[in-house]
Structures are given as C-alpha cells and as structure tokens.
C-alpha cells in the first residue's frame, strides 16, 4: 500500500486478555519495526524483522510479547495476559534495507482497564 | 553506542517567533541523524534527515537542523512558527549497523502561543 497501516487504531481490553495488533508495511520494505510510546515517554523498540533473517526481539519488555511476520509482509503483535502497564501506543514503522530512515504508521492506542 | 539527548521536554513561543529545538547525539562513528514530528493521535512524520552529506539540511515545512560535529550537536530550527507547528518533535540517531534500528530521544512538545 501507499504507506503503513495499523488496525486496530484504538483497542481497549480487559486486564488479562489477550490482544492482537496488526501491521501492514509499505509494499517492498523488507525491514519492519515495533516501538511502544507510553504516555510522555519516548519510543521504545520492541522487536525487528529485516526479510527472512531471525527477529531481533531484544526489546520485548517480557514473555508475554510476541510478534511474528508472515510472508515477509504482515506483521502481529500479541501481548498476552495484558496488564494495566501495557497501555500505550504501539507504533510499527517499516523500510527499505538500504533507506535511511522508517515510514510509520499511525499506532494502535491500547488501553488496559 | 549511540544515544541522543532532547534538552527541554517543553518548549513554548510566539506565533511568528523563532524556533530552536536541541538535540545533543552520541556516537564513536559519523552518525546518521533525523528529526521526526509527531502531531496528535497520528504517527511519526519524517522532517529531514542528515546523512553525512551538508551540514545544513532542509526539510519540510520550513524546517531545518545544522549538524555540527565539534558540538555533537543537530538542532532544529524554524524562523517563524505557525500555530500548525505545534506537536511533539524527536529527535533520533541510527544505529551503527545493519539493523537500521533508529534511537529515539525523549521528545520536545513545541507549543505555540497565538
């Protein structure tokens, strides 16, 4: 598509449900990125998909973060189990390998009651 | 490692009046560095971006950041805000490798007084 799209944009769950995020990178962009932006705080990287090669899942706060890419294209980010600390906007972003920065997306706001 | 830091978590001016955004950024190799905008309930926009080529880059909107070595600075600057500038502006370097991981500052939310 003409840019990166998130769904759903705004999610609100139940504390202890499960939740899952989608992404939808720029056709071609073999790099796909999630960050988590809580409120007045920076971004935080979560996890990395660059083409076929193994994620790099350095940044997932805990076990029950996961995300996984189909295809090279579509990503989803599951967080398990949520908790009122996982509230936050999910931002996925994605690039050409050779690019020198990301396009983003709009985020998913995910609240936790 | 690379880092950048923001000074000022809020920065506000007049409508019309000069903008300056700091942004300090460490790294043992040249770095590559980048402002982005964010503006309510959107996501990240790309402003401009420095990639070792001039100094003096020029983005959208007006906008443009000087890189300066000797100061391991990239401040961003505006010569006349408009009310649609207000948002929240981060700065960000990229990391040294083939991860293209971007570095995120803490962000400056740029309010704009009529």
Known sequence: GAGVSQSPSNKVTEKGKDVELRCDPISGHTALYWYRQSLGQGLE??????????????GLPSDRFSAERT??????????????????VYLCASSLQEAYGYTFGSGTRLTVV | AQSVTQLGSHVSVSEGALVLLRCNYSSSVPPYLFWYVQYPNQGLQLLL???????????????????????????????????SDAAEYFCAVRRMDSSYKLIFGSGTRLLVRP
């Open chain 2, 49 to 83: 971006k420095y990639t070792s080529a001039a100094t003096l880059v020029k983005g959208i909107n007006g906008f443009e950041a000087e890189f300066k070595k000797s100061e391991t600075s990239f401040h961003l600057t505006k010569p006349s805000a408009h009310m």
């Open chain 1, 45 to 58: 990287f979560l996890i990395y998909f660059q083409g076929n090669s193994a994620p790099d899942k350095s």
């Open chain 1, 71 to 88: 295809g090279g294209s579509v990503s989803t980010l599951t967080i398990q189990r949520t908790q009122q600390e996982d509230s936050a």
